[in-house]
């Protein structure tokens, strides 16, 4: 069973930033497309950034490009989030999920293409 823990959550101020990890365990990451999700209390989840297996393809919320990049790291088995200029609209829960993906170039922003999911991290952004 894969299991996805993320880290890196804290209390920020506004303007800062901020770098959230997504760690599996037992497995690598190299066969799944990853995406990171936020979710405030009472909503669903949104998805923020996504990235294709192989690392071809990436795709961001409209609410993030050119501030969050999303990368994976060379031993294949954690998946980063780099946040910067965060706004306290910015505060939630962040969640990552990996779905195992026969695409090398495909990755979507919808919560339902997801099989696994990590606890979640919050990031709380202050004004």
């Known amino acids: 069973q894969l299991q996805l823990v993320e880290s890196g959550g804290v209390l920020v101020q506004s303007g800062g930033s901020l770098r959230l990890s997504c760690a599996a365990s037992?497995?690598?990451?190299?066969?799944?497309?990853i995406g990171w999700f936020s979710q405030a209390p009472g909503k669903e989840r949104e998805g923020v950034s996504c990235?294709?297996?192989?690392?071809?393809?990436?795709n961001y919320a409209d609410s993030v490009k050119g501030l969050f990049t999303i990368s994976r790291g060379n031993a294949k088995n954690t998946v980063y989030l780099q946040m910067n200029s965060l706004k306290p609209e910015d505060t939630d829960v962040y969640y990552c999920?990996?779905?195992?993906?026969?695409?090398?170039?495909?990755?979507?922003?919808?919560?339902?293409?997801?099989?696994?999911w990590g606890q979640g991290t919050q990031v709380t952004v202050s004004s």
């Open positions: 037992g497995f690598t990451l190299e066969y799944y497309a």
């Open positions: 990235i294709s297996r192989s690392d071809v393809k990436t």
């Open positions: 999920a990996a779905v195992i993906s026969r695409v090398f170039n495909i990755c979507v922003l919808s919560s339902y293409e997801y099989d696994y």
